[in-house]
């Protein structure tokens, strides 16, 4: 597995603290207003936590239903990036429309530029990777002006991921091609990929 124990860092530290209260008392301690949510809140964090297991339970599905009968990565096109990751964008596409909300991915190790972790992010993957018992964290926080309530949760690196973001010289032809920056390379099965996030205004 090779997991890595990151190091601790005080933004970690109170992330950490942070998650265990909101898991287990609901209620909203830190963050922008560090208002309690009660009832709403409670029916978001469902709503939002159900969103990322069916965008995150979809790409995986998706990806471990490609080549099953081998691990070539040559075998790897375009066309089985519109079997995987295309349908999961089409369904977060709907998700946000039909249900007003957003949905972001974010990475330290990014493939698309617009998924680049802000610090703050940063420091929430380092939290999911370090304490792997958090399956998800509600807080709140302000873009442009506008405070959302937002449900956050971490992607693992399963197998079949690898034949996209495993070594470097093995990545699919139309990654180098279509993501000369890429970033999203070198995982290992077990490792933090990145985070969900769902976000409503309030
Ligand atoms: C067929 C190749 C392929 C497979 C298999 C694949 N990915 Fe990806 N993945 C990509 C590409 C290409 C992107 C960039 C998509 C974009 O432009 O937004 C991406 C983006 C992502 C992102 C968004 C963050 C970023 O880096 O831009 C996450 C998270 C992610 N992949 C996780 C996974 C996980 C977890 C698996 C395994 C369950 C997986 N991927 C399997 C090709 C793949």
Not at 45 to 68: C, F, N, Q
Not at 109 to 121: D, F, L, S, V
Not at 155 to 175: S, T, Y
Request: aromatic share 6%.
């Amino acid at each position: 597995m090779g997991h890595k124990v990151p190091i601790l860092t005080a933004s970690v530290l109170a992330l950490l603290i942070t998650s265990s209260l909101v898991l287990t008392s609901g209620v909203l301690t830190s963050g922008v207003g560090a208002a309690g949510v009660g009832a709403a809140g409670d029916s978001f964090k469902d709503k939002a936590a159900a969103i990322t297991a069916e965008i995150t339970g979809m790409r995986s599905v998706r990806a471990s239903k490609l080549h099953p009968a081998s691990n070539v990565v040559s075998s790897i096109t375009v066309e089985s990036f519109k079997q995987t990751c295309g349908p999961v964008a089409k369904r977060v596409m709907e998700i946000s429309k039909e249900q007003s909300v957003k949905i972001r991915h974010a990475a330290l190790k990014y493939r698309n530029p617009k998924n680049a972790a802000t610090p703050e992010e940063a420091a929430m993957m380092e939290m999911f990777d370090f304490d792997r018992s958090v399956t998800g964290k509600l807080d709140r926080i302000e873009l442009e002006g506008t405070v959302y309530r937002r449900y956050s949760a971490p992607i693992f690196v399963e197998p079949a991921c690898l034949k996209c973001h495993g070594d470097k010289d093995a990545r699919p032809g139309f990654v180098l091609k279509k993501y000369p920056l890429d970033r999203a390379w070198g995982f290992g099965v077990g490792d933090i990929r990145g985070i969900i996030s769902v976000l409503s205004p309030l």
